[in-house]
């Protein structure tokens, strides 16, 4: 497989120290890594562990 191509969240900003997530395709799933640190590597999930995190994340509400 070739290299993969990172896509940075649009709900990441530039200039703090706020996570930013990335994600892209990977041989085994889709990978997510911190964008500020691409270098530790990524979390890899398979299609269904990745579907299953964002209805998670969209369904908590954080304040």
Do not use: H
């Not at 649009?10 to 990977?26: F, H």
């Not at 911190?34 to 890899?44: Q, V, Y």
Request: glycine fraction near 6%; proline fraction near 5%; hydrophobic fraction near 30%.
């Amino acid at each position: 497989m070739t290299q993969p191509i990172w896509r940075k969240s649009s709900y990441s900003t530039t200039g703090n120290d706020e996570i930013c997530v990335e994600l892209a395709r990977v041989s085994s799933g889709i990978g997510v890594r911190d964008s500020k640190n691409p270098e530790a590597g990524p979390l890899t999930l398979t299609a269904r562990q990745f579907a299953s995190l964002t209805a998670r994340v969209r369904s908590t509400r954080l304040s």
